[in-house]
């Protein structure tokens, strides 16, 4: 199963900014939009942002998306130590004809 | 608010079939604009997306795991399920249903609290 690429694990300090990178194709990410979930294991993944940079009601303006080409990031400014789980970007697919998920990126606030 | 709990056993004898409902609350199945849609996670793997339903019965799977999955709605119960066929100790894991909204695909608004299901004899 393709998987689109995140670093296994980032870290910051309270109050830094930390950035989580998702690299894709052409058939993906260079086509379609970017969408990054936030998971704390046992529990239902939290959209966070949708199209690439816009964040749904209720996500604080900490939590940024960008996208260029066949990549895209997520960058948490003001980290706090709830911010700690799983990250995980998402895109459709045109030649899976399917959604792909990154393999996830363990934040930990230090 | 839309609420999503999956339902179903917890532990399926491999070559058998697995089972799961997805109910839907403050939303229904039947509205257009909207997937139905089966998400998995293996211990210490990421998400996978398994596939999705539409209300008209459209469908689309994964094509990894396309020859073993078949995804139903039933509008009168306000449900929508997954049957993964001859299944194996690979597909032990949580999984999660989700609605996604149409035509954005891989946007999935809402999601259930995940079943854990696991494969053994």
């Known amino acids: 199963q393709s998987l689109l690429t995140q670093p296994p694990s980032a870290s910051g300090t309270p109050g830094q900014r930390v950035t989580i990178s998702c690299s894709g194709s052409s058939s993906n990410i260079g086509s379609n939009y970017v969408y990054w979930y936030q998971h704390l294991p046992g529990t239902a993944p939290k959209p966070l942002i949708y199209?690439?940079?816009q964040r749904p009601s209720g996500v604080p303006d900490r939590f940024s998306g960008s996208k260029s080409g066949t990549s895209a990031s997520l960058a948490i400014s003001g980290l706090r130590s709830d911010d700690e789980a799983d990250y995980y970007c998402a895109a459709w697919d045109d030649s899976l004809k399917g959604v792909l998920f990154g393999g996830g990126t363990k934040l930990t606030v230090l | 608010q839309v609420q999503l709990q999956e339902s179903g056993p917890g532990l399926v004898k491999p070559s058998q079939t697995l089972s799961l409902t997805c109910t839907v609350s403050g939303a229904s199945v039947s509205k257009t604009g909207y997937y139905w849609t089966w998400i998995r996670q293996a211990a210490g793997k990421g998400l996978e997306w398994i596939g999705r339903?539409?209300?008209?019965?459209?469908?689309d799977y994964n094509p990894s795991l396309k020859s073993r999955v078949t995804m139903s709605v039933d509008r009168s119960t306000n449900q929508f399920s997954l049957n993964l066929r001859s299944v194996t100790a690979a597909d032990t894991a949580v999984y999660y249903c989700?609605?996604?909204?149409?035509?954005?695909?891989?946007?999935?608004?809402?999601w259930g609290q995940g079943a854990r299901v696991t494969v053994s004899s």
């Open positions: 989700a609605r996604e909204l149409w035509p954005s695909s891989a946007r999935l608004d809402f």
């Open positions: 199209m690439n940079n």
């Open positions: 339903i539409y209300t008209n019965g459209a469908n």
